[in-house]
């Protein structure tokens, strides 16, 4: 009897044994990477921030998107803009935030996606951050504040509505908390609005005592940063380059003519004329052309 006692807890001894060791499994695959850790940084230049088992912390991004600036074609004001102002920041000199604001598809988010390639092996680490965990933005400048690297973090498609939480977070960051923001951490934000805010029609009709109040809140975020940057749409012959830059670069045979038509046809279709159509045109050409001299007969 006791011998079958005993082998009646063996086995359950064994059972927890191995409860216990896909436990220590998972909590290895879902424990959050040692973020302040400098190899992390020496390693990675992109990240994200994260949330797991309740911790934020930066999520190195093992396959980043080196975008070439030398592609985005009709917005050389801004890139050389952003070009200089982050020049100035990775040489430890005084530099702005960055608002990049405008028409979607111009080519905003490459702009500050493309700084890594001149600048990551200056130091340079880019940080991406959503909208909602603006709210802890204080924990991710605690991390890199006394790195030796220089850090954007990266909002894209930025925009509040009414009465976000996370708006008046990021204006305290920006310019006015008590908390200083380390000079080593700038921010860089895209938009399709250039005051980052909703601005109905009632804010004109006189709904309050002091409108001009209330539209000023909401011009006071914008305002915190440096350079604000606008991306306008683009006209027929810049999206023609922006075609023709792509067709150069991947070295495809068609005609002019039938690119020209092609291309305007695409644009339609789409509903406008962007760098981002143009490009999901090329790609769309090009598996067409590859396609077709695939199949051709030998």
Not at 195 to 213: A, F, K, Q, R, S
Not at 246 to 272: C, H, M, N, P, S
Request: charged residues 30%; hydrophobic residues 40%; proline residues 4%.
């Amino acid at each position: 009897m006791k011998t079958e006692e005993s082998k009646d807890w063996q086995q359950i001894i064994s059972k927890v044994d191995r409860l216990l060791d896909r436990f220590e499994q998972v909590l290895e695959l879902t424990s959050p990477p040692a973020a302040g850790d400098a190899a992390l940084f020496e390693r990675y230049i992109a990240f994200r921030w994260e949330k797991r088992l309740g911790t934020g912390f930066l999520q190195p991004v093992e396959h980043p998107h080196l975008f070439d600036l030398d592609d985005l074609v009709g917005v050389d004001g801004a890139k050389e803009e952003v070009l200089r102002n982050t020049a100035q920041f990775v040489a430890g000199y005084p530099a702005n935030n960055v608002l990049l604001w405008g028409e979607r598809g111009t080519g905003k988010s490459s702009c500050v996606k493309g700084l890594l390639k001149p600048f990551a092996s200056r130091g340079l680490r880019l940080i991406e951050v959503q909208k909602g965990d603006l709210l802890h933005i204080s924990d991710i400048l605690r991390l890199v504040r006394e790195t030796p690297w220089r850090f954007i973090l990266f909002c894209d498609d930025l925009s509040f509505e009414e009465g976000e939480a996370s708006y008046r977070e990021l204006k305290a960051i920006l310019e006015g908390g008590i908390e200083a923001r380390p000079e080593n951490v700038l921010l860089y934000a895209t938009s399709n609005r250039r005051h980052l805010m909703p601005e109905p029609m009632n804010d004109n009709l006189g709904t309050e005592i002091h409108p001009e109040e209330a539209i000023s809140e909401k011009l006071s975020l914008a305002d915190r940063f440096g350079l604000a940057l606008s991306f306008y749409p683009f006209s027929q012959d810049t999206y023609l380059a922006i075609v023709g830059h792509y067709v150069e670069r991947l070295q495809l045979a068609i005609d002019r003519d039938e690119l020209r038509t092609e291309a305007l046809r695409w644009a339609l279709f789409k509903g406008q004329r962007s760098g981002r159509s143009a490009r999901q045109f090329i790609d769309d050409l090009a598996g067409r052309l590859a396609m077709r001299g695939a199949t051709a007969p030998s």
